[in-house]
């Protein structure tokens, strides 16, 4: 059996794609009027033009859900430390995060958060190149599983894999979970190449040395380059900075144009370039890629003083 804790579009999604396989999948979401709607019209509006299978359970009681053995958590980055925090202790069994970010107060990937609040469990993450529309609609999708316990991670590829998900396998945790959370300050960098009006060829410098700090600051902290080369890093990177489907790229997008955004929408990349620039600065690895996305959402600098930053920088071998 499995739950899904979090009911937006992703979590959803997953579910969804789960139950088609004939999986025992519950989906728990907080409000209690959005569990009687989807219920009654087996539809959630996070995910429009999907139909839930008869055979996904949806509640809102969390203690059931978290009775099954695994548990998928769909929550954002920023908000899963303190709802594990609060709700997690004793829980057990294999907690997989779901989501992509470095958590602004310990500046900790998913994983150390499970772990942190959940020392029982066995925390795994699953990232890589999706959207959650695509997945819903049974698109051929691939991501990457990273689990430290073997064990766990045969079984849980083996239990999420179904005939249009395909889960590859890694024990380096550390690795896919910073190119899933690095990649989308890179697609905010690139949406701003774009909406300013710079150029595809400058996006795709843009990619070239974003995905180089991202393999930097994965190495110094001990992951593995080759993790950074495969679907939780280089497949998502080039996912997210060429698609306007990704809410990094459609917020990146706005700032190179000078205009608002929707602040119910989460952007996990935002608060992942403060939370980066505060770790690498502390490391003493360079990414100025990042350190410059942090501050044009600060409102530190303009676009033109943002690539005149990075144009200006000391000439060396690449």
Request: net charge neutral; with cysteine.
């Amino acid at each position: 059996m499995i739950a899904v804790v979090g009911a937006g579009a992703f979590g959803t999604a997953l579910a969804v794609v789960l139950a088609r396989e004939g999986r025992g999948v519950t989906l728990w979401a907080r409000d209690k009027a959005q569990v009687a709607a989807m219920r009654d019209i087996r539809r959630n509006d996070r995910l429009p033009g999907v139909t839930l299978p008869d055979n996904l359970s949806v509640t809102a009681d969390l203690a059931a859900a978290a009775r099954q053995p695994t548990i998928l958590l769909c929550l954002p980055t920023q908000a899963l430390g303190a709802f594990l925090d609060a709700e997690g202790p004793g829980w057990s069994g294999r907690l997989v995060a779901c989501c992509k970010g470095v958590d602004l107060t310990t500046l900790r990937g998913p994983t150390a958060l499970i772990e942190r609040a959940c020392p029982a469990a066995i925390p795994a993450i699953i990232t890589g190149p999706s959207f959650a529309a695509d997945i819903a609609r049974g698109l051929p999708t691939a991501l990457t599983l990273a689990c430290t316990d073997e064990a766990a991670g045969v079984e849980l590829q083996r239990e999420m894999s179904t005939a249009t998900l395909r889960l590859y396998r890694t024990a380096d945790v550390t690795g896919a979970e910073l190119g899933g959370a690095l990649k989308n300050v890179i697609a905010i960098a690139a949406g701003v190449v774009i909406g300013a009006g710079l150029g595809e060829s400058a996006r795709a410098a843009l990619m070239t040395r974003g995905y180089a700090e991202m393999v930097r600051l994965a190495i110094a902290l001990g992951a593995r380059a080759e993790t950074l080369a495969g679907l939780s890093g280089f497949g998502d990177l080039v996912l997210t900075c060429s698609s306007d489907q990704s809410r990094n790229f459609r917020f990146g997008l706005s700032l190179g144009r000078g205009e608002g955004f929707d602040a119910k929408v989460t952007v996990e990349g935002a608060a992942t370039a403060r939370a980066v620039t505060r770790l690498s600065a502390g490391m003493g690895v360079e990414m100025p890629i990042t350190a410059v996305v942090a501050a044009l959402i600060a409102g530190d600098i303009t676009v033109p003083q943002a690539m005149h930053s990075l144009l200006s920088r000391p000439l060396k071998q690449e």
